[in-house]
């Protein structure tokens, strides 16, 4: 399809466990975002990528949290030794670049449950 | 920090009713966008104001970005059960990345 797709789009795993989670962002699309939605909440920043290059990651709320986009295109966001509170649903989304006005498309989320 | 506080948080009407919802902060924001999101579904964008008194209008949506680029609104009229949904306003505040507000639940009740 031509729009963002994330997998899996559900995940349960057992606290202390790793996650990878996937983003297919948009063919040509540079910019790559990471959000985290809390139940009844608005999405919050995670990270952020142009091409290859993770240029704002201040969001990532503690250092088990991880994004590679190695190749420029597919983005992974690893969390290690999972928490309960870790449990939401993670976003991806993309956009050409131009700053905060370009429109951002979303992917349809990965939901995260952490046992 | 900048934050976007939006109300009301929750909103049940009636079919064929007005509504408006408010996104505000104490904050300049170069732009405000304006998203809807279904249930397992991400975030849609429905419209982007950047200049400062900016009316938009989208069918039934009416988007207006305040004079000092610091709220926002989003005016509904003759609301229909299709317009059910969460509506996000979110900022950005100078940088690439969106700042969101909590979000408003509208149900439209037939």
């Known amino acids: 399809g031509a729009g963002v797709s994330q997998s899996p789009r559900y995940k349960v795993a057992k606290r202390g466990q790793d996650v990878a989670l996937r983003c297919d962002p948009i063919?040509?699309?540079?910019?790559l975002f990471w959000y985290q939605q809390a139940l009844g909440q608005g999405p919050e920043f995670l990270t952020y990528?142009?091409?290859?290059?993770?240029?704002?990651k201040s969001g990532l709320p503690s250092d088990r949290f991880f994004a590679e986009r190695p190749e420029g295109s597919v983005s992974t966001l690893k969390i290690q030794r999972t928490q309960q509170e870790d449990s939401a649903v993670y976003l991806c989304a993309s956009s050409v670049p131009g700053g905060g006005n370009q429109p951002q498309h979303f992917g349809d989320g990965t939901r995260l449950s952490i046992l | 920090t900048q934050l976007l506080e939006q109300s009301p948080q929750f909103l049940s009407i009636q079919e064929g009713e007005n509504l408006t919802v408010y996104c505000n902060s104490s904050?300049?924001?170069?732009?405000l966008q304006w998203y809807r999101q279904e249930p397992g579904e991400g975030p849609v964008l429905l419209v982007t104001?950047?200049?400062?008194?900016e009316v938009k209008k989208l069918k039934r949506l009416t988007f207006q970005f305040g004079d000092a680029r610091k709220d926002s609104s989003l005016h509904i009229t003759a609301a229909q059960p299709g317009d059910t949904g969460l509506y996000l306003c979110?900022?950005?505040?100078?940088?690439?990345?969106?700042?969101f507000g909590q979000g408003t639940r509208l149900t439209i009740n037939p």
């Open positions: 990528f142009q091409n290859e290059a993770q240029l704002d």
């Open positions: 979110a900022g950005a505040p100078g940088a690439q990345k969106l700042v």
């Open positions: 104001v950047v200049t400062g008194g």
């Open positions: 904050s300049v924001f170069s732009s």
């Open positions: 063919s040509g699309h540079v910019s």
